[in-house]
């Protein structure tokens, strides 16, 4: 959306506000590496909106979710607090040995313990080159101006990969999904060069149409300034 766009909820009600948690299994002895981890994150959160169970019990969480705001909150887990969300409704991904798991949104001061207890903060994880992007797959592209935790940008390639789904969607293109299965995404950091090449600037409808690119503006809740385009997500 236009920047001018960017919905503002700094007022709203607390009691009200719906997130989804997303759950990034950090053991300490052994961290995965920052890509997989932002890949798996990618492929849990559109996973759960994919779900056969978005249209039957998990239908009235997401759709309440959906109609103000798709926020995300991170978190770390590891040993018996890894195990103890599985048995929450979500989808656990898994991509190069990292998991992650996005659980069904719901409101904030209602979530279990098992989410409330785990920290958002710590998040940070071994930073290592990936190699070349898969074949068919699309590429959500890490702004290279700002700096975000891998918390945050978990939660950010995660709207990533939701508005690419919902995109194909509204231009009929549900065959995609047909080879789509795992959600696989990649994560990648562009030059300044080709991400401002790629950026959609005041034309988002006409990116998407033309070059195939969607973009996340977030709202500016946490480390960057509102409006800011965190990630472009853009089809092979």
């Known amino acids: ?68 705001a798709i926020r995300k909150v991170a978190r770390r887990a590891r040993g018996a607090h890894w195990e103890a969300v599985q048995s929450l409704p979500g989808v656990t991904m898994t991509v190069d040995g990292a998991e992650v798991r996005a659980l069904v949104p719901g409101k904030v001061v209602e979530m279990p313990k098992e ?34 935790t891998a918390g945050k940008a978990a939660a950010q390639v995660g709207h990533a990969s939701m508005l690419l789904a919902a995109a194909l969607r509204a231009d009929g293109q549900e065959s995609y999904f047909d080879d789509w299965t795992d959600f696989r995404c990649a994560v990648r950091n562009p030059s300044r060069r080709d991400w401002a090449a790629l950026h959609p600037g005041d034309d988002p409808l006409g990116a998407w149409r033309r070059r195939r690119v969607v973009a996340v503006r977030d709202a500016g809740f946490t480390e960057v300034d509102p409006g800011t385009v965190t990630v472009l997500a853009q089809l092979p």
């Open 1 to 68: 959306m236009p920047a001018a766009a960017t919905r503002e909820a700094i007022d709203d009600d607390p009691e009200q506000v719906r997130a989804m948690p997303m759950v990034l299994r950090i053991e300490r002895a052994d961290p995965p590496s920052r890509t997989p981890l932002l890949e798996a994150a990618a492929a849990a959160a559109v996973a759960v909106c994919l779900d056969p169970r978005a249209d039957d019990e998990w239908h009235e969480p997401l759709v309440s979710w959906l109609d103000v």
């Open 115 to 148: 989410v409330t207890r785990l920290q958002i903060s710590g998040s940070e994880v071994p930073d290592v080159a990936p190699g070349p992007v898969p074949d068919g797959v699309p590429v959500l592209w890490l702004n290279p101006t700002v700096t975000m």
